[in-house]
């Protein structure tokens, strides 16, 4: 910090004296931004489906960007207003850097590139609104320096404009991009794409675990980090794709019934069920899982068929036997600590790669989520495609 990001968070922040209009405005807004800008972008996938795709290349941008910042604010370890004594932290924030801002780079990354669409510049002008708003209440509520947002927009611009170049440079060097693409997309809508997905994320959780905290801060793992963020991200992601495509065995009721339960995982990702009343998240979840049984139960002839020659189908099973080891892995080492496993130098590898497994895989599931609904997509593309002929 210098004098004058220090006169600026004097002039902009709270203090110990806030207006509490002003500060239930400023918490308003810095809990509840990041839901407002996914709310603008599922209605942006919504009433203009030409520009779906481009909302989902956003989409996991925002993901990206969210891990870019938090590892650049590891690096950097820029202590926050609150954790310096200057204000006390008006809104709940764990003590970690904040040095560049990852809301300010999320959303400015987002923001700037919407603007680079011609037909969604007005998306890009709400989100950048949005973005602007939180810079504002964040600085209030006395968790971030005016500078540390100044360095998230700025990442943001970087990342968008990164993007943005990389994207006109294939478009250059690649003059038939589908056919360019084709072993792609052949590779993703294999049946083994599922399986390998979770084999690459196990990999990286390995490396990360054993990395960590060495090279790696343990901060990208913590509550709020960056690979939990990307989870949400992703099941965003994963909805509104569901929501986007026609896949031709699911009913409106069907879809609804599967964004459910993939927005309650969201939710709870976020520790949504540990608020006031967040219990009721696993109703939704209950209500959907009854229906889509019973869906099941009713279509159980085709289902069998569709288990055995869909890539999808095992995309599923995969994303099940996922479900079942995060579980596993969140419960083991509260088991291993009592038998006192954990005891000794090893006892913090440990501990790190048990918490990077769980955490990963925990991104691996609506990453397999969005991965099984493409799938369906293209298997039917293929289907209409073959009775053309």
């Not at 806030?18 to 839901?35: D, H, I, K, Q």
């Not at 459910?260 to 696993?282: M, S």
């Not at 293209?378 to 289907?383: I, P, T």
Request: hydrophobic share 60%; proline share 5%.
């Amino acid at each position: 910090m210098n004098s004058l990001d220090l006169a600026l968070f004097d002039t902009l922040a709270a203090g110990f004296s806030p207006s509490p209009t002003l500060l239930w405005l400023a918490s308003a807004v810095a809990l509840g931004s990041s839901w407002a800008c996914a709310a603008v972008l599922a209605w942006a996938a919504w009433r203009r489906p030409p520009e779906r795709a481009c909302v989902l290349a956003v989409l996991a941008a925002g993901g990206a960007a969210s891990l870019i910042s938090h590892e650049i604010a590891a690096s950097v370890s820029a202590p926050r207003p609150f954790m310096v004594g200057l204000s006390p932290a008006h809104v709940p924030h764990g003590v970690r850097a904040g040095l560049p801002s990852t809301h300010a780079t999320v959303m400015f990354t987002m923001g700037f590139m919407l603007l680079l669409r011609r037909r969604l510049r007005d998306v890009g002008l709400v989100v950048l609104a949005v973005a602007t708003v939180t810079a504002w209440s964040r600085v209030y509520a006395g968790i971030h320096f005016p500078f540390d947002i100044a360095a998230g927009a700025l990442l943001g611009a970087c990342i968008a404009a990164a993007l943005f170049a990389l994207q006109v440079a294939g478009r250059r060097l690649v003059r038939t991009p589908a056919a360019a693409s084709s072993w792609a997309l052949h590779a993703l809508a294999g049946d083994k794409a599922g399986p390998s997905l979770v084999l690459m994320f196990a990999v990286a959780a390995a490396w990360i675990g054993l990395n960590t905290p060495l090279s790696i801060g343990p901060a990208i793992l913590e509550e709020s980090g960056p690979v939990e963020k990307s989870t949400v991200l992703l099941y965003l992601a994963a909805a509104a794709c569901l929501l986007a495509v026609r896949v031709v065995p699911l009913s409106r009721l069907d879809k609804t019934a599967i964004c459910t339960v993939l927005l309650a995982f969201a939710a709870r990702e976020l520790d949504g069920h540990l608020l006031r009343y967040g219990n009721l998240i696993f109703a939704p979840i209950a209500v959907a899982g009854v229906w889509l049984a019973r869906r099941a139960w009713a279509a159980r002839q085709g289902l069998r068929a569709w288990w055995q020659r869909r890539p999808e189908a095992t995309t599923v099973l995969t994303f099940a036997a996922v479900i079942g080891t995060a579980i596993v892995l969140d419960q083991v080492p509260a088991a291993l600590a009592d038998l006192g496993a954990f005891r000794g130098n090893p006892a913090g590898l440990y501990r790190n790669l048990m918490l990077s497994f769980e955490e990963v895989f925990e991104l691996a599931l609506p990453a397999l989520a969005l991965l099984g609904i493409m799938q369906a997509r293209w298997g039917m593309a293929v289907a209409e495609s073959g009775m053309r002929r």
